[in-house]
């Protein structure tokens, strides 16, 4: 068995970048839904600007943030998370790798 130190070397770089990737998507699928609730609790916030609406406006936010959380991770166990943000934003790619078979 021959082992390289540079091809394991190679190797050792290509699943950090690879994991990079990995967590890179599945911050900006969190983020989708955190946006969105902290939009929606902006909202809650300035039509009550008291406590209580701060403690919604938190919560709300919260909840889109573990929407996203759950949501990212679903994807990451299902397939990668760099091929779910790429179909999901070029659709005219896949059609286009479609035509080509």
Do not use: C, H
Not at 27 to 53: C, E, H, M, Q, T
Not at 54 to 83: E, H, M, P, Q, Y
């Amino acid at each position: 068995m021959d082992t390289n130190p540079n091809q394991i070397n190679k190797k050792n770089k290509k699943d950090f970048f690879n994991l990079f990737l990995e967590v890179f998507g599945f911050i900006r699928i969190v983020a989708s839904p955190f946006l969105i609730g902290i939009a929606i609790g902006f909202g809650v916030y300035i039509s009550k600007p008291d406590s209580v609406g701060f403690i919604i406006a938190i919560s709300i936010a919260s909840i889109g943030l573990i929407v996203g959380i759950i949501w990212a991770t679903k994807i990451w166990r299902k397939k990668n998370t760099i091929d779910y943000i790429t179909t999901a934003t070029s659709p005219d790619f896949d059609k286009f790798d479609k035509d080509q078979e």
